[in-house]
């Protein structure tokens, strides 16, 4: 089976891509499970289930990053996806800018706006520098000139293929399909592809406290660098 991990900021157009890249794909015979993972509201589960009765799943984080929720509950939605005998799409909200929600072996794709202001690129970290191939969406607002900087700045970000689309048209969209075609079966056991951040951290364990001197782990001043405090 194959899965397709789709990352990027709320408002993007990842959903609209989906749907589009969705619906190519039943057309061509595939059998498809859908999962979204969000924080605190997702409707884009009933999306599928209604316009295209494909089997679909959202998960809630909550006070889990949505990227720590992905690890945590993608086996299991594997093993789900296997029992339908569908390849795995995955959206999620993916808001940490230090993780990556991508899966070595299988295919990363950020969904990115036009709109969104020309260093975005420059300010989603591992997002973007971990992800395979890059859709640029509602292109049709910018100006020519705004998409090549927009696409230079991609680039200047991460080495990959950058993919234009006005997803709400479906222009764009077949390219991506494609790539979806040629991407590899999951080889197991699934492994994230980047390594996630440090996280000896006494915040991430519910403490409130403000300014370092009260916390332990891995810390750093307004004037210093990273240092180590505790047992």
Excluded at 16 to 31: A, F, M, N, P, S
Excluded at 82 to 98: N, S
């Amino acid at each position: 089976m194959k899965l397709i991990m789709c990352a990027g900021p709320p408002t993007s157009g990842k959903t609209t891509v989906l749907r589009q890249v969705v619906r190519r794909l039943l057309k061509k015979g595939r059998r498809l499970a859908y999962l979204k993972i969000d924080v605190q509201f997702a409707d884009e589960d009933e999306v599928f289930r209604d316009e295209f009765g494909i089997p679909a799943r959202k998960v809630y984080s909550g006070e889990l990053c949505p990227d720590h929720a992905s690890v945590l509950v993608l086996g299991d939605a594997v093993k789900w996806a296997e029992e339908e005998g569908a390849d795995l799409i995955v959206e999620t909200a993916g808001l940490c800018l230090r993780c990556a929600p991508y899966i070595a072996g299988s295919l990363g794709i950020v969904v990115l706006e036009a709109t969104s202001g020309m260093n975005l690129p420059r300010k989603i970290g591992a997002m973007l520098a971990l992800a395979d191939i890059a859709v640029v969406t509602k292109i049709d607002l910018v100006s020519q000139a705004e998409r090549e900087v927009f696409r230079a700045n991609i680039m200047d970000a991460a080495r990959i293929d950058v993919l234009e689309a006005d997803a709400l048209r479906g222009i764009g969209i077949d390219r991506l399909v494609r790539r979806i075609e040629r991407a590899e079966d999951i080889k197991k056991p699934l492994m994230l592809k980047g390594s996630p951040p440090v996280a000896t951290c006494t915040i991430c364990a519910g403490k409130k406290d403000i300014g370092w001197e009260h916390h332990f782990g891995v810390l750093r001043k307004l004037d210093s660098d990273l240092f180590y405090r505790g047992e």
